[in-house]
């Protein structure tokens, strides 16, 4: 089957018969490309994606993500109201949102700087300094606690050699807690940029490091194109 290091007896509870591969499963063998621009208007507003690759310095909002901007502000009936989704895009491309970001931002939307802040401090899936090239957060809520969440984030703090909320040493690997995944049938759950990994045990979580390691999530190269913005 697949070369995935951790194991999950099924899909969202299916443990039946089915003529799905793994891949085809967990959409490993295809991810898709995501256009950019946003594809058609309605799909403009749901890429909340956090790539592996990030640039600080990336221009607010240029090229296709000036594109996609437009038709986000589109599905709202006011500029306010399309400050999530933008918020979004903005750490899609650099993949957190620093305060001069939260003022560009209010610059566009025409909200004060305040406002902005409010909104992007209250949320905790905006980062608020650099991460690394893999943001793993690990639920240690109330069913993955009772389950060894607290021994999974050990075991990652260990594996990636950092600490809790640093960056290691080598760019890699940033670990935090998060407080609930929405997984809670699938303790642990641990996220990693925009990808699950249910079910995760200490035993499994070297060969997880390792497989990150060796560029085995793949996701930023699946999702933006080569020569992409």
Not at 34 to 58: C, I, N, Q, V, W
Not at 140 to 159: M, P, R, W, Y
């Amino acid at each position: 089957m697949s070369d995935i290091p951790f194991k999950n007896p099924g899909w969202a509870g299916n443990v039946g018969e089915y003529d799905l591969t793994e891949e085809q499963v967990r959409g490993i063998d295809f991810v898709g490309v995501r256009p950019l621009d946003g594809g058609h208007a309605s799909a403009s507003a749901t890429y909340p994606f956090m790539l592996e690759e990030k640039d600080p310095d990336a221009p607010l909002f240029e090229g296709p993500y000036e594109i996609r901007f437009e038709k986000i502000l589109t599905r709202y009936p006011t500029k306010q109201g399309a400050l999530i989704p933008i918020l979004n895009l903005a750490q899609e491309l650099r993949g957190h949102i620093s305060p001069e970001t939260m003022d560009r931002v209010g610059e566009l939307l025409g909200l004060s700087s305040a406002y902005v802040r409010g909104v992007a401090t209250f949320y905790t899936m905006y980062n608020k300094r650099p991460v690394g090239r893999h943001l793993v957060q690990v639920c240690t809520n109330i069913s993955c606690d009772l389950c060894g969440a607290q021994d999974v984030l050990e075991a990652f703090l260990k594996h990636t050699n950092t600490e809790m909320g640093a960056t290691s040493m080598d760019g890699g690997f940033t670990v935090i807690e998060a407080e609930c995944l929405a997984g809670c049938g699938f303790p642990t759950c641990v996220q990693i940029n925009s990808r699950y990994y249910e079910n995760v045990t200490t035993e499994e979580v070297p060969r997880i490091v390792a497989y990150l390691r060796d560029g085995g999530a793949g996701a930023a190269s699946a999702i933006r194109p080569e020569g992409g913005a």
